[in-house]
């Protein structure tokens, strides 16, 4: 396959066929993990290093997973211990990697474009683990490829993204992907949660649940990002869950056969209830973690056939 940049740094920009053919090749490692099979040799003598200014179990492991299956040596870097919080910048951080003779960088960063910054300043090739409010690339073709293996297709379908938007990372990079791929993508959420550009990616705004959900094919659940808001964004807890929150009566509006999806970590209660998180039909979140590792497989593998042999 062909993928036209040396990074991953976000999902706008990238055209059908790059996403399909990235979709495609995350399918066999799927298939290649139940199997229990690895390719233990395609990235051998590649250096993987995760790179996370911020806290996610899930997403760090997952890339660290997905680069051992591959052969890859796998380095975590502790932010929170290392020179980082002593005072070094972004910059001086970027060139003891390179000292490092790193190959693949993943970067998780609260402050949007961090990583396209360290991919300036770097050899190697830098994959956008989450920056601030811009983009999660990977966590959008995770959620991609769950949706079309339960669907058949992204063409067509009514996707209703639902909470906080305004907030959310994984919103953005999935109404870029959804909307390249022909799907009709709804945001729903209360007026103080939805950005204002949101009508310009493409997409249906709404501020009512049951009107948002109707139809829909795949409702996609969004934690609320209390730590990224300021004061009097939503009330409380309590009276989100009785507007916005997923429950049985508020999926009732969506399509019989509709999924339900969440990136995680879940506020049960708050934006979904247990019921329907755990719902041994509809919902798919399991299923999204482990496409997760078969996604950054794929995205590992693309990368990597562009980097010189020797480093």
């Given at each position: 396959m062909t993928y036209p940049r040396k990074h991953l740094l976000a999902i706008e920009g990238l055209e059908p066929p790059h996403i399909a053919d990235l979709l495609d090749l995350a399918e066999s490692y799927a298939l290649?993990?139940?199997?229990?099979?690895?390719?233990?040799?395609?990235?051998?003598?590649?250096?993987?290093?995760?790179?996370f200014f911020e806290d996610s179990t899930r997403t760090r492991t997952s890339f660290e997973l997905a680069g051992k299956r591959l052969g890859a040596d796998v380095i975590n870097m502790s932010v929170s211990t290392s020179s980082v919080n002593k005072g070094e910048t972004l910059l001086d951080t970027a060139s003891t990697l390179n000292a490092m003779h790193c190959d693949l960088l993943v970067v998780?960063?609260?402050?949007?474009?961090?990583?396209?910054?360290?991919?300036?300043?770097?050899?190697?090739?830098?994959i956008n683990a989450g920056d601030g409010t811009h983009e999660h690339p990977t966590q959008a073709l995770l959620d991609a490829l769950t949706i079309r293996r339960h669907k058949g297709r992204l063409e067509g379908l009514i996707v209703a993204i639902c909470g906080d938007i305004a907030h959310s990372r994984v919103a953005r990079s999935n109404m870029h992907l959804l909307t390249t791929m022909g799907s009709r993508v709804r945001v729903v959420g209360p007026p103080t949660l939805i950005p204002a550009e949101a009508a310009r990616l493409g997409v249906e705004v709404f501020h009512d649940?049951?009107?948002?959900?109707?139809?829909?094919?795949?409702?996609m659940m969004l934690r609320l990002q209390r730590e990224r808001m300021?004061?009097?964004m939503v009330p409380s807890a309590r009276e989100f869950f009785r507007f916005y929150g997923l429950d049985a009566e508020k999926l009732a509006f969506a399509k019989p056969d509709s999924i339900v999806m969440h990136p995680g970590p879940m506020n049960r209660g708050v934006e979904i209830e247990s019921a329907i998180a755990d719902h041994p039909t509809r919902s798919v979140i399991g299923e999204q973690v482990e496409m997760g590792v078969a996604c950054r497989m794929a995205v590992l593998d693309v990368l990597s056939r562009q980097l010189p042999r020797n480093r």
């Open positions: 290649l993990n139940r199997s229990g099979k690895t390719q233990r040799d395609l990235l051998k003598g590649r250096t993987l290093i995760n790179l998780r960063h609260g402050q949007s474009g961090a990583p396209s910054l360290l991919s300036q300043k770097v050899d190697a090739a830098v649940m049951k009107a948002g959900l109707a139809g829909a094919d795949v409702v300021s004061g009097g």
